[in-house]
């Protein structure tokens, strides 16, 4: 099993920036696909980014890229979301989640992942 936790939701103004992190616990995470997701008050739940086991690649949705940087520290059994040039459609619930196995794409799909955190508030005004 895999315990999530993340940190560094809030509020913030439109224009600025924030730093998710999401601390692993119960197995090394250096064998899992990470990924962050979001949920918008009367939306599904959606795609984020997404890191490959190894770091070696990333992916991101279209509304987040360049926007938006994904990244992992193995040894801290951590995983971080830089959140820059924020939007007021960025207001959702964030989610970090785990997806087991050494996949060869960063794993986009929710059922691909099997360990999910309990999800942290991030509002930007405008």
């Known amino acids: 099993q895999v315990q999530l936790v993340e940190s560094g939701g809030g509020l913030v103004q439109a224009g600025g920036s924030l730093r998710r992190s999401c601390a692993a616990s119960?197995?090394?995470?250096?064998?899992?696909?990470m990924g962050w997701f979001r949920q918008a008050p009367g939306k599904e739940r959606e795609f984020v980014a997404a890191?490959?086991?190894?770091?070696?690649?990333?992916y991101y949705a279209d509304s987040v890229k360049g926007r938006f940087t994904i990244s992992r520290d193995n040894a801290k059994n951590m995983m971080y979301l830089q959140m820059n040039s924020l939007k007021p459609e960025d207001t959702a619930v964030y989610y970090c989640a785990a997806s087991p196995g050494r996949l060869t794409d960063p794993p986009r799909r929710q059922y691909e992942y099997n360990y999910w955190g309990q999800g942290t508030q991030v509002t930007v005004s405008s």
């Open positions: 119960g197995r090394t995470i250096s064998s899992y696909g």
């Open positions: 890191i490959k086991w190894s770091g070696g690649s990333t």
